[in-house]
Every structure is written in structure tokens, then in C-alpha cells.
């Protein structure tokens, strides 16, 4: 079995790592670590409100006994020696420091934005750009590390680059515009999205994500060359707003191609091209990426968030788009806290276990 | 005093019209129109529940107590002897009938969409496209009548005609994509959008909606040719969408322009185009169509729908777009159900008093 | 296997008991009924809308594939012979037409109120009043019925009886306050609560309800005398109300008792009564009918309301009150569509079939 | 004119005060008041975002505008030369320090619990128990100081008591039960009440607001004896719950009284009792502190909150209750932030103004 720590276990993202690896086959939880404060208790007093008596334990599904009684330890002082892998599901200012003291030794797979614009460090997503691990060894030349760091992207950039994948390799992209109703869990609970400020409203703006999203998208869907990614050549224009949703984003999406493009033509695309994906097989990963609907008031992010256990990308309401050349329009529904966070994380070490890069 | 009758007034748009009304300084409430099945009571008797006695009264305002004791008429029936003007808030199968039968005899302002792609049929915003009022000359002469119709555009159409005609008028538009967020009032009451599909929810389709914008911006923003409008020529691609918010839509809009138009120019234009608009003075008409905002959390739906009375569309988030050649994009919020319903039929027909087309 | 018909098969609590009775291992659906409209086509047709070609199903669960293509028969000519069992979905008007024509001849479970409070019908809770049962031989004797009719309690009072029994059976309940904050799917889709009413909003009224969770709650918990039931003398006073809440009802409970009743007492009870409860073992039945929280901040709707598949009554802040001598407080959170429609249902049609009422 | 402080001004609570003055007839705002941080800085800076230069104003009134350009200064270095009244606006933990410092010298009207429940201190509530004005002497006599502290109530209290004075009056009470269904703003916004909690769910528990209902509910409606109140004899049992609501608590209360009293009764008194209150008059008093309704779907938050400027407690379905002898229940909603904090506060300041407690 790969031996996991987990760094950030007590807040959300932690938890959802730890409901991801229950029961896994290949990986198992050795180690939690979170920040000074909850070091030297068992996890569950860790996460245990002092004046009521509850747990804040954050996930849909029921809290992971096996790990209850685990000690959690400082997250800079985390001993790595039987450590076969980090999942780091920290913010991005503690990950600039902790992660490189990781990485020197084992493999980190991060939730967190701090190197994912670095040149030697790639965006993966199993099944889409699985070619990109190479640039892993680059990193480890450069830097001189043992492990390396590899970041998940954005929770919005995932279900966008998942669904112009296909398009852009059969068609070519020349322009993408995107409209995201992004859920509130992906702004966390510290305190993240108030309820005062959301009910009855749309908040149209979130700090740092439009600018995220369309960098990664560029070089997710970019090529290797040489030492690096060229990125992918075609503008992506954003525009990301939170609505009243628990989970899933919604994402109205305008692509524009270089090649005729109808409608039969792209849902033949978004739906066939993952049929044989490179990430396969792999415990966490859904049968295909994308997932279609011909429902015309579908995908919800209610109805459609879960489906595959989350890691389906579901794709509707395929239109010409009267404005780009060549173009479609699509909606998408993508669950952020699922493929867009700690089990797409998850998916990403086991193609990195299979590819060698991880274990043994 | 101009003498009004309100057809459909029993339910929410008509009842909107009441409040729209009251009050007015030109324009009195003089005859009341609902179904058959209303016809021959009081207005308040018509809108109480038979079974819990409740008032079925709709609006956030009080109810207009001048009115409940007028007695409704059956539309189908409605006399027009002492009436200036009908305003007409019923849904499009019963209009297609009903406003041609009382256009002969008067005008016709409606907030129905049965008649606005009619060739003969301008669809008028006070401010933006006063000068299509000539159109009603050509209607009038086509049919035969003595009034005329006059629908005012679709609620998620208004805030969008709106802020792009400064944008047309200064830069020259070549292409529009929007992506709206609408609000649950604009699907009315029966039963409109039920609570449990749209809680923790996006409904990412509005049967009929999308066409509907596209095709009225080209119309609003088109210039009159002779007998009739030439549509402006650059595409509008939508994406409409409902989102858990009571009242007001919320647009994230990308446009590109024929000539160099940056965020600050875009500004200028944006809030400097109706500062003495053609619709100024009159009294429903807000001092400014569009209200800029700098805060980037803003524009809210619940924070700004009400701006200048509902009747301002406010517009927040002006970027640059690096998708379209010279383009911005932004965020608009239009109170749906007041600028882009009643109170927006209302300021039609004032314009229309003032230019001689209404009353006399 | 028991062969079962579901009449009003295409709404939403058909539908819940399509999915109670996948894979059950008892139960197999044979026949479908719903309105005329509906007749003659296959399921799949009947609950497909017609302009958008989009599937009307409106369970979180996936559709059941396997009666997609069984045939929908009319409701008022359903045939008997070859089913053991009615299970009937439909609104209290039809109900009281329809169920005695069934009940002739074979039983009907039902989730309508149209029979719950005449003096010869039980209204049953598995393992809470199961000794009722014996009322429906009075009912066949009385009604000269081979079947008989045995209607489900309102979803209200199923999770307040559930847990005023233990209280009732340990101390003698003398009254009970209860104030209910209920989901919306309590109201179904026809169209049950709209959005712009529920929305930042409270209903305080749900016409009839009050009523009727006060005349079961002492019916359920009352004693078989001779060839009626004597309902429990014990007061019971209601206000129930509607929240922006999708399932789940939550109630908040004031209990006074006759005996002495402090919180560890009741805990005690309300934890251990239903341990070895008569619907033991039964397919649907939860391990125990009650679950207990000691987290002050619980039971939540949200998260509670899927307790052990729907079928627990989540129990929390039991609290000593006091007003009531003897008296505790605690808040209850019981499924309203699982627990308290036809998964509910299903539990009594198998404690029947154990008790050999329904088949053989 | 009366010239206030007020300390805590940049908080949500300090905004509804310089809402609630803003041309307020008998009192100006000569100083505003906050924590250390913002202190030196001008009231615009001291509430404009640092990252994004966004205002933080949280009120649904626009920003006032005259004082944002007052100086803020520290609230533990506040120079009282020229004030005549302080309204404080901070939390209890820091009001217990500040606000006898401020009462030393000057009359301090507060929003804080800190204070309440000290037996020389009123929780006034003008035209229910403005009689307890007196209790201001013993404390100023007690504690030596030229001021006096003198809280409002709870915000869940407030409507409690309001209604039920007048059936205490007429009745006499003999135990109250009531369960709340509170809104978000109650819970402030650091951070309040997070949207991912309250969405599509109930939160059983708010810590600390049953008791302080209880103990409140009592002393209000109790009666001064010498040098002190002697509280309310009847027991009060609260269950307070949050719910998915922006502003307006909603409250269901069962209420026993000594005397008979049906609904006609109840209705009578409650809707007559404050035609001529001891706060009538007032600029902030509302003509009547109760609105009764006699639709059965009302008192609604949304629909409700706001009657009377928010000023205005509604009641509605008056109803026998099976349990209390004697008793009725009913609903009622009170805004907690208008009557239930700033506003009520102020309208508390003006009684004390007339009665000659504050100024001259």
C-alpha cells in the first residue's frame, strides 16, 4: 500500500481527502498533519469544538472512524520517512513554504494554487493530459528534488478544460468564452461565502479566479516542448460569479474553432473522446470524462454534481453559437469539491502510482 | 388626466401596473380587464382567495386601495369609449387576439412578445430607440387602425439594449455574447418556477429566451429604413440561465467593437451617453439609464435592482476582453419586473403622451 | 414474490415508490396505473414532456429502468387478479373513489389522508403501533371487503409519534406543543411551494395540517378497545410551518409527562425503546427507529435527514422545559418523502406480509 | 439637538444607527467611535476595502452620506465633552469594559447584553414598560455615575414581549411557550451565519438565545418593587432556531393565560391595547406597536418585516390552543434590526429624551 499523509486534514478539503481514501485499494492514510494549533491531539479531539462538544467535520458523508484516533502532527515538523506521498490541501501561502520541504523527499499532489504557474510544474488531469508528467522530471533536475510538486487545478478550470479538450483536438480552438455560477463551497468556510451576502443574490466577482482560469486552461491544454509547456494559443475570456449552490459549477461556455464544428459533430466529440482515456481504470476515475445530456433543462448542478461519484463532467444544451466562426455554446456542471479538489487529487497519484512516479 | 385601462389586471404584471400607476401625474387607472372568470366583480373580490379569504396580492408594495373597488371587465369585452390608452400585461396566446381588437380603436402598450417581430411593430425604450416611434405611423396606415401596438422588449432584453447602445453609438458593435442570470420573478406565478427545482440549483434553460434577446437587440439597436427597421448587424449569441434570486437579471456581458475601445472609454461612454436622453423629464424615466459602479463586488442583484426606482440598469466590472478584437466585457444587473416590465410600459407611454401619439 | 400496483405511478410519490421497490426482495412491481391522460402509453412515454422530450422524473434517485417500458394502465380500471397488493400515490379526492374499489379485493397501502380518520382503519407505524393492525379485520368484517385500506400518517406526524411513544410508554405523556418547520416536497409539484414565495421567507400556514397531525398523533398512539381504537387523551397542539428547505422536516417538540421525566431519562428512552422494535428485521426497517445526537447543533435537515436510508427519526437538544411539570424539549428531523411517504409505505406493506395480510 | 456618539460605528449594528438618525429630528451624530484599528481614519476610509475599494456599508439604505467624512476615533479614548448620549453598538465583551466608562459621565443607550441582566438596569421597551425608566435612578444612585447604561433587548425578546404584554394585561399569563425561526442578520457577520450551513437547511441551536429570552421575556413584563423588578411570575420556554431568512424573526408562540380568553379576545387586546402607548408620538415610534392580520398566510418575514419602517411587531393566526387552558397561540414577526437593534435603541433614546434622561 502507498502511505499517505495528509497535510491539512482539519479543515474541509482535508476531510474530503480522507472520505476520498476510505477504503481505498492502493493508498492508505498515514499521517495527518495540520497546523500548530491542533498538533499533539487525536484527530478527532482535533476537530472537536471545545465549547459545544461537535465535531467539525464538513463532508456529506459520515466522518472517517478509522482515522479518529490518529495523532495529528505539526505540519512543519511532518517526519516523511515512511511517507510515500503528501496530499497538501493547505492554502496557497503556507504551500509555498511547506511544499518544497516535502518535495525534497516524496511527491506532493496539492490542492493549492502556489506552484501551479511555475515553468517546470504541471497542471494534470488524468485522462487529458496525462503527456505532461514528464515535465516531473524536469522539476526534479532543476530543483533537485526527490519528490516534486504536482498542483490540481482551479475547481473552475477543471470541467472547462475537460470539455475543450475534445474539441480542441478535433476541431482547434481559436477563442473560448466562459460565464461560471460557481458553488459557495469552493470558497471554503473561513468564513467563506456568508449567507447574508448570497441568498436572494449573485455575486459577481471572485478575487484572482477569472485570471486563474484562463491561464490554466491555456496550459493544460498546451504541448510539451522541450523543457517545457507551450501553452495552447486560443484567448480565453472569463467571467466567474458565485450563486446559491451548495456544490457543483455551472459554466455557460462559447467555443470558437478553427474547423466547421456543428452541433452533431462536437457531441460526437465531447462524447467519444474519452471513451478509451489514458486514465482508465484507475480506482477514482469516472468511465468517461464527460458525461452528455440531450435533457434540455439539464445539466443542474443539483442533479448532475454527483454524477459518477463526482468526477464526471456533464455537458448539455450543445447550440451553434451565432458569433464565433465554427463555434458552439454548451453549458457544463462540474462538482468543485469532487473532481475539482481532493478526489481529483486522488486520481491524479493514482496515474502517477501507475506511471512509476509514486511508490516504490 | 390620460384615462388607462389595465387588461390582465388581476394577475402580477397587471397588479404591477396598479403600483406602476399610482398616484401618476398624467395617467389614471379608469377601467380594469381580467378573464371571464373574474369579470362582474369587484378588483378586490377578484383577487381574494375564495377558500382563505387571503388577498392575492402580489407586489412589495401595499396594495392600490383606490382600485379595489372598480369592477373588473371581461377582457374580451372591454369597452374603450373612455380610454386613452390599454396597457396590456397578458400572456402572448390571448394578446395575439385581444390587442389587435382594441388597437383599432387605441394604443396598445403591452408587455407581451406577440407582437414585437412584427415588421410594423417597433419595440421602444425611451431613451434608446425614441426615434422608432415613427414606426407606429406606418402600423397604423398598414392596418387600418386609429391606436396601435406598442410591446416593450423581454425583461433580460432591456438592461442589455440598454448599456450596449452608448458601446454601438461610440464604438460600432460587431459582436455580443451574454450570459444571464435571471431572476425567478420573470417566469410570473402559474406556477412560474417551483421552489423545489431552483433551491441549491441553476435552471440553465428558459424555453424561448435566448432567440428572443438576440433578436430584439438587433431590432432595438437597428435604424429605421423607410417603412422599417433595419436590424443592427453584428451577432448576439445568449446563454439564459435562472438562478434562485427574486427580482432582478443579472448579465455578464462580452463585447467587441469595430473601433479601439478601452475600459476607460467604454466608461465614459456607459455613464455619459444618457446624461441628457430623450427620454428625460418624463415622469417614470430615471436621471441616468445606467448607473456605473467602481465597487468590484458589485453590480448585486439584490443590492441594485432597486436603483433609481428599479427603472436604472446598473453596470459594474467594465475589463478588457481578450477574446474580441478591441472588446470589454462587464456585469449589468435590470430590475426585471420594473424597468423591464410595468414601470417600463409606463414610461413608453409616457413618451408616447409627450409626442402626441397617446391621449391628444 | 408479492406483486404490487402503483396507482398514481407518474407523480412524484409514484415515483419514490418505484424506487422503494428496486431490487426489493419481496415486493416486484407488476402494474402501473395513473390518470387517463396517461393511459396506454409505456412509463417512459407517460413521463416524458412532450415539447422538450425531457424526462419527468423527479427523484434524486436515478429513473428505474426496468418499468421504463411497462405499460401505464388507467387508475379507475386498473385490473386485480393478478396483484397481491395496491400501494396508492394519489391526492385524497381520488382516493376516496378509488381505494374502495381496489380494497374489494385486494389490500391497499396508501400514502393518502382520504381514510385515515374513519373509526375501523389504522393508521400504522411499523414497530410503533403495530398491534393496530388488527384493525383491519374489523374493517374487512365491517366494509364486507376481501382487502382493506391502511393509509400512512401525514408526513408531519410520522417522525413526532415515532418519538412521543417511548416518552408516552416510560412517563405518560399528559400534553405536547409542536411547531414544525417543514420541506417543501411535503407540498409536491402541482405545483407546490413557487420559489418566489419561499424564498428569504417563512410560510406560517399549511392549510389542514395542524389539524391532522394532532387527530393521528393521538390515534396512533391510542389503545385497541374492542373494534376501535381509543385515541390517547393527551393534548396535542401544532403550528406548522413551511421553510426554504428541500426534505426533511424539522419539529420542535415540548412534551409534558405524568411521571417524573428528566433529559437522561428521556435519552434513555428515546435511544432505547425502539431497539428491539416489532419491524425488526423487516427489509426497509431502520436498526432502530430513533437516532440520537448529542451535537447541540443537530439534527439539521440537511444532514440528517438521510439517517439510516431515510428511515430515522433524528433526535437532538433534549432539554428540560420549564413550562410542562415533568416536561422535556427536543427537536426531531424525519424524512418526509423516504420515512414519511412510500418508503414508509413499503415498511407496512412488508410488516403485513410478515403478519400474513398481504399475500399468500 | 441631541448630539450622539456612537461607538462600534463601522459595524453592521453601527451602520443601522447612522441609518436610523439620519435626519433625525431631535438628535445629530457628533462622533463616531470604533476599535483601535480604525481609528485616525476618515468614517469612508475606515469602512472602504483595502484590497478592492469597496465600501463595507450592510445596510439595504444607501451609505450615509454626511458623516463620511467624520473622523473615527478610538472607543476607549472617546471624549464625552460634547456628547449627550452614547449609543453603543459593540459586542458584550468589550461593552462590560467601555460602557461604564461612558456612563460615568454620560446616559448610554446599548444593543449589548452585557448589562441586562444587572437588577438595576431596565431593558426598556418604550409603551411596553416605560415605566421602568425610574429603575435608572437606583442605578445612577447605586453606581455613582452622572449617566446611566440602558440595554435593549434581545432581538428574539423584543416581539415576544410586545405581544404579550397586552394578554398579560387583560389575562393574565400563566406560562408561555414559543419557537423562533430567526433570521441571518441576527448572527451579525464575522462571519455570521455561512452560507454553505444555512442553505437548503434549519440550525437547531443559536447559543445563548433561549435564556436570554426566558430571563428577558420576565423582566420586562415584571413590575418595579422599591428598588428593583420584580420579574414575571409565568414560566417562558423557548426553542430558538435559524433559518434561511435575511432580516425578521419569525416566532411561534403558545400562550396560557389565568383568565379566559378566546381569539375574539385575544385579537381585541392585542390590537387595541397600544392604540394610546406611552410611546406614542415619538419620531421613531410606530402609530401602533402591533399589526394584526387576518390572512392565514401571514405574518410573513419578507412580506412583513418592514411594516410600519420595521418599527411595527405583526401578528397573525390567532387560533384556540388544545393545550393551554385558557390559552391561544399565534405567529408573529418582528425585524430584528430595525425594532429588534438600532432602531428600537433609538426610539429608546427618544422616550428618554422626553422623560428628561437625556440632553438639557
Known amino acids: ?13 482535508g476531510q474530503q481527502f480522507l472520505v476520498a481514501l476510505k477504503e481505498h485499494p492502493w493508498i492508505e492514510v498515514s499521517a495527518l498533519a ?19 462538544g461537535a465535531l467539525r467535520w464538513f463532508c456529506d458523508e459520515p466522518p472517517v472512524e478509522h482515522v479518529m484516533d490518529m495523532p495529528v502532527v505539526n505540519a512543519a515538523e511532518l517526519k516523511l520517512d515512511n511517507i510515500d506521498v503528501v496530499f497538501s490541501a493547505i492554502e496557497s501561502g503556507p504551500a509555498k513554504v511547506l511544499e518544497p520541504q516535502y518535495a525534497e523527499k516524496v511527491p506532493v499532489v496539492s490542492t493549492a494554487s502556489a506552484f501551479r504557474y511555475e515553468d517546470d510544474v504541471p497542471i494534470l488531469i488524468p485522462g487529458v493530459n496525462s503527456d505532461h508528467i514528464k515535465l516531473l522530471d524536469v522539476q526534479r533536475k532543476n530543483r533537485g528534488w526527490k519528490g516534486f510538486v ?64 484562463q491561464k490554466e486552461t491555456q496550459k493544460i491544454l498546451g504541448v510539451i516542448e522541450g523543457d517545457r509547456i507551450r501553452p495552447a494559443s486560443f484567448p480565453v475570456s472569463c ?33 467519444g473522446y474519452y471513451a478509451d482515456h ?25 442533479l448532475d454534481r454527483d454524477n459518477d461519484g463526482g468526477m464526471a463532467t456533464t455537458v448539455g444544451r450543445i447550440r451553434p453559437d451565432g ?38
Open 34 to 52: 495540520a497546523s500548530e494549533r491542533s498538533a499533539g491531539q487525536s484527530y478527532r479531539k482535533a476537530i472537536t469544538d471545545q465549547t459545544s
Open 278 to 302: 489514458s486514465a482508465s481504470g484507475l480506482p477514482s476515475a469516472p468511465a468517461n470524462l464527460i458525461s452528455v445530456t440531450e435533457d434540455p433543462f439539464r445539466p443542474q448542478p443539483r
Open 150 to 213: 504536482t498542483p490540481d487545478p482551479n475547481c473552475t478550470t477543471i470541467g472547462l478544460a475537460i470539455t475543450l479538450k475534445p474539441l480542441h483536438a478535433v476541431f482547434g480552438l481559436s477563442a473560448v468564452i466562459m460565464t461560471s455560477m460557481q458553488a459557495m463551497s469552493g470558497a471554503g468556510r473561513s468564513p467563506g461565502v456568508i449567507g447574508l451576502d448570497i441568498l436572494d443574490n449573485v455575486i459577481p466577482y471572485i478575487p484572482g479566479e477569472e485570471d486563474k482560469v
Open 323 to 360: 458569433v464565433m466562426a465554427n463555434g458552439v455554446k454548451y453549458m457544463l456542471v462540474s462538482h468543485n469539491t469532487k473532481m475539482g479538489a481532493a478526489r481529483g487529487a486522488v486520481l491524479t497519484a493514482e496515474l502517477l502510482i501507475r506511471e512509476g512516479y509514486i511508490g516504490k
Open 1 to 13: 500500500m502507498i502511505r499517505a499523509a495528509i497535510v491539512g486534514a482539519t479543515g474541509i478539503v
Open 239 to 271: 467571467t466567474c460569479t458565485r450563486v446559491a449552490v451548495l456544490e457543483g459549477h455551472t459554466e455557460a461556455v462559447f467555443a470558437a474553432t478553427d474547423r466547421a464544428c456543428d452541433v452533431a459533430a462536437a457531441t460526437e466529440a465531447l462524447r
